[in-house]
């Protein structure tokens, strides 16, 4: 395991070396941050100075080269835009981010398993079709078109939940949190589901594909035979099982989920990372460009690891290949 | 400082008349409303966010709209965007090169802070020093070589030339507390306990990106704003900043995308403020080149040896081809004006009878012709998608009607971030761009837009197509000496109409702003395009 571990560390160092002079690379080609951030009427001398302020006036592998050299030292740059170091912006919008996904992922495990289930087991009732054909067009709705959708039923017809935006927060740890206020998760309901309505039929299309699967293996055939209780062949044999596909994709999708929130974040104005990376490239705010991918690339490798760990917990032919 | 003495008292005596009047005034219409803690709040949703509190580090919109609700300059511009007394009560040329401006007394910062001359020299001091700015205000302060502080409230700025646009120029320039701010960061603004200044409203937090919350300054020198509370959020969707206004969870939103006017304007409880805006949208074509000009050709797809666009009867062709009526009644649903010029009616340098030419797709084929083109040419017409309102559909139009007029026209839209760094390193041949006078007079976008190109001069520096006109520049620099309103006035009428009258560029049109609020909400529309809540109020009652 611990050799496992290791490699995986060097692995995902040299990814994150690697994808640094990528990003580096493509948000320099995008565009000239100065032409959007300048004051039109500045001049040409306050246009030189800002240039030089921002450090722009580097050839490009000097940039790249200061930017490591910071980094190493756990300085990912300061914004352009809100002369605040990026990484302090981006945490501060961190917990907004990470309670929308968590909401979404939650909501799609409560949602989608038990429609999962109940269309596994019973593939031909009326009721499991409606669920498959109503799972398509989770899959197939585009997010912004059902966020607006949301908003104009739920906010604007029916006035039960607040439009757009982020409640009440409470402060723990130092920073902000709103699913632990009434009014925090008013508002947290809407963007949730939004952001959770393909997982969700991600989730009712993977554990129904697992139970139908599943109840044809020898062991739950055994299981019945034996006598054992429907509820006790459902839920233990069957539900371990099915549930090691249903990690590992919810445990992928929970990185991308953090990470392509955009959508969803800025239908519903919702204060996270993802409406803060959108607005920093509208305006090429390359550290906090660059700061943002750097973090998803670590995220995504911290998640590929975790989900390998869960894996050898949920499933002993792992672990027992570990030991061999 | 002694001599003011005898006056604070009666002072003293006033503000607490007003407060007691007030009061009295708060707790009539509390006994007449149905919701009298609902009455004083205010929520406003605004499309584009605010990047910094600190009012000297970023010259954004946004940013101004902000600083001017907590912050004060010497000068102000009114909702027309002419130039009224703030911090400064009147001021005036003693010489050439010296402005005296007298200072408003008996002011204080939201802490308590006195406001005298000290501070405005601190503030000039401040500006140019402002670290990491990517669009520093000092272009403001730079004209100012001295500062002399005559008395308390008297203050001379010297120049090393004549400069009339100083009244002008300050309304950008928030006034810092030379005690409070000595050693305040952009940080320190954001985070709050900076935000101290001498407007409207005190900032009561701030959340980068999301919200900033502020309470009335019941100290506040200018008219008692309506709200003891403002909630001000940014919602950059169109649509979800729409749907919050229909929610009822804000009371006014700005930036009403034109495609939802009519709609929002046939509903019963929602009402309207629009005004004519200082946005000139506007074509700028390649007047660098002699030779080829990099996205025009001729009918066969080959390069055109001489650049067509040199030629000021091909632009007039190519200006007299547009049918703006159809831009702007269509495209745009009535959210703008033809434009024959830079600014709308009424501004500063305003060129009277200047009108856009009338659209006549045969005098645009004549005029070809007579520029040797009788068959036309190719050209590739670019501009932004993200920028204005309806940008790539207007170019779309303008692709259209220039290929009716015999100049086949291909059209490249593309995000901003990509297409002004093009546009500035002089890439493009023809393409569509805008430009907010924020001062509202003419010498501003003489200056930026159409003056050639010189760094000495700091001219030019937007003049994206490099237009050149030596005779407009000549005029334009008499202008800038000129102290006398009225000839000064007169010269960048000259100056405009020369620059026009040889299509330097293509003024399209002029945006009109929209605010949309619920009903019960009124508001005053600015020109300039600030969303400001000192400029909400309760409708009359009828």
Redesign the interface.
């Given at each position: 395991m611990t050799a496992f571990l290791l490699r995986r560390l060097i692995q995902a160092a040299a990814v994150v070396l690697v994808m640094s002079l990528l990003v580096f690379l493509g948000v320099f080609a995008?565009?000239?941050?100065?032409?959007?951030?300048?004051?039109?009427?500045?001049?040409?001398?306050?246009?030189e100075?800002?240039v030089k302020?921002?450090g722009l006036d580097l050839p490009l592998w000097q940039q790249y080269l200061v930017f490591l050299g910071n980094a190493l030292r756990g300085d990912l740059g300061?914004s352009?835009?809100?002369?605040?170091p990026a990484l302090k912006?981006i945490l501060?919008?961190m917990p907004a981010t990470l309670e929308l996904a968590i909401g979404a992922t939650v909501a799609a495990l409560i949602i989608g398993l038990p429609l999962g289930l109940y269309a596994g087991l019973k593939p031909n009732s009326p009721v499991s079709k409606g669920i498959m054909a109503t799972s398509i067009l989770g899959f197939s709705l585009p997010t912004f078109w059902v966020?607006?959708m949301l908003?104009?039923v739920f906010?604007?017809q029916l006035?039960w939940l607040?439009?757009?935006?982020?409640g009440e927060t409470v402060t723990i740890l130092g920073m902000r949190w709103s699913f632990l206020t009434r009014d925090g998760i008013a508002h947290l309901i809407m963007p949730a589901l939004n952001l959770a309505l393909f997982k969700i039929s991600l989730v009712i299309r993977l554990t129904r594909a697992g139970v139908r699967e599943t109840m044809l293996m020898d062991y739950v055939k055994f299981a019945r035979a034996k006598g054992l209780s429907p509820a006790r062949v459902t839920f233990v044999h069957v539900f371990k099982n099915i549930l090691i596909p249903v990690v590992t994709v919810v445990g992928l999708e929970f990185g991308g989920t953090i990470a392509f929130s955009v959508v969803t974040e800025?239908?519903?104005?919702w204060?996270g990372m993802g409406?803060?990376i959108i607005?920093s490239?509208?305006?090429?705010d390359r550290p906090v460009m660059v700061a943002y991918l750097m973090m998803i690339v670590l995220l995504f490798i911290t998640i590929n690891l975790v989900v390998d760990i869960t894996y050898s917990l949920l499933d002993p032919r792992v672990r027992l290949e570990g030991k061999q | 400082m002694l001599t003011f003495a005898p006056l604070g008292l009666p002072r003293d005596k006033m503000t607490v008349f007003r407060h007691a009047a007030g009061l009295a005034a708060g707790l009539a219409i509390a006994g007449l409303a149905l919701e009298p803690a609902a009455a004083q709040t205010l929520t406003m949703g605004v499309g584009a966010?605010v990047?910094?509190i600190?009012p000297h580090?970023?010259?954004?919109s946004p940013n101004t709209a902000v600083a001017e609700m907590i912050f004060s300059a010497l000068t102000e511009t009114d909702s027309r965007a002419r130039i009224t007394p703030d911090l400064a009560e009147s001021w005036r040329p003693v010489s050439d090169t010296v402005w005296e401006f007298k200072l408003r007394q008996g002011v204080t910062f939201h802490n308590g802070s006195p406001f005298t001359a000290e501070d405005v020299a601190f503030t000039f001091e401040r500006v140019p020093k402002v670290?990491?700015?990517?669009?520093?205000y000092?272009?403001y302060t730079r004209p100012i070589t001295r500062v002399e502080i005559v008395d308390s409230y008297t203050l001379r700025l010297h120049t090393a030339s004549p400069y009339p646009l100083m009244p002008t120029d300050l309304a950008s320039v928030m006034i810092l507390d030379r005690e409070t701010h000595a050693n305040a960061t952009?940080?320190g603004f954001?985070a709050g306990p900076m935000a101290v200044g001498t407007g409207p409203f005190r900032m009561v937090s701030h959340?980068?990106?999301?919200?900033i919350e502020f309470e009335r300054n019941d100290n506040y020198f200018g008219p008692r704003p309506a709200w003891s509370r403002v909630t001000y959020?940014?919602?950059?969707?169109d649509?979800?900043?729409t749907?919050?206004l229909?929610?009822?969870?804000v009371d006014v939103i700005d930036q009403v995308p034109t495609s939802d006017l009519a709609k929002l304007r046939g509903d019963q409880r929602l009402t309207l403020a629009e005004t004519t805006g200082l946005r000139v949208i506007f074509l700028s074509f390649d007047h660098v080149r002699d030779d080829a000009s990099p996205f025009v050709t001729d009918n066969d797809g080959k390069p055109i040896p001489r650049n067509p666009l040199r030629d000021p009867r091909v632009r007039r062709a190519l200006s007299t081809a547009i049918d703006r009526n159809a831009i702007t009644e269509r495209v745009m649903e009535s959210a703008a004006l033809p434009a024959g010029q830079f600014l709308p009616e009424g501004s500063f340098g305003y060129v009277p009878g200047l009108n856009p030419p009338r659209f006549d797709t045969e005098a645009a084929k004549r005029l070809l012709a007579e520029a040797g083109f009788p068959g036309g040419f190719r050209i590739t017409l670019h501009g932004p998608n993200?920028r204005y309102p309806n940008d790539a559909r207007i170019i779309q139009a303008i692709g259209q009607m220039w290929t009716r007029a015999g100049v086949r026209t291909a059209v490249e839209a593309q995000p901003?971030?990509?297409f002004?760094?093009r546009a500035?390193r002089q890439e493009l041949s023809a393409f569509l761009i805008g430009?907010?006078t924020?001062s509202g007079e003419a010498s501003?976008p003489l200056r930026?837009l159409t003056a050639t190109f010189d760094?000495e001069k700091?001219?030019g520096?937007?003049n994206r197509g490099r237009y050149s006109n030596p005779e407009a520049d000549r005029i334009l620099e008499q202008a800038m000496r000129e102290l006398d309103d009225a000839k000064r006035e007169a010269l960048l009428q000259q100056a405009t109409r020369l620059a026009m009258e040889d299509v330097g560029i293509v003024p399209l049109h002029i945006q009109k702003n929209a605010w949309a609020m619920r009903r019960g909400f009124a508001m005053e529309a600015r020109a300039d395009e600030l969303t400001r809540a000192q400029d909400v109020r309760p409708a009359a009652a009828r």
């Open positions: 995008v565009g000239d941050p100065i032409e959007i951030l300048i004051s039109p009427e500045a001049d040409q001398f306050e246009r100075r800002a302020a921002l300061r352009f835009v809100f002369n605040e912006l501060e919008r966020g607006l908003i104009m906010a604007v006035g607040p439009s757009t935006g982020r800025s239908v519903f104005a204060p409406k803060l607005d490239i509208n305006v090429l | 966010p990047t910094s600190d580090y970023h010259q954004l670290p990491n700015s990517p669009s520093s000092a272009i952009t940080e954001n959340r980068n990106g999301d919200r959020r940014m919602i950059t969707n649509a979800a900043r749907a919050a229909l929610a009822g969870d993200d901003w971030t990509t002004v760094g500035a430009w907010g924020s501003n930026n760094r700091g001219y520096a937007s």
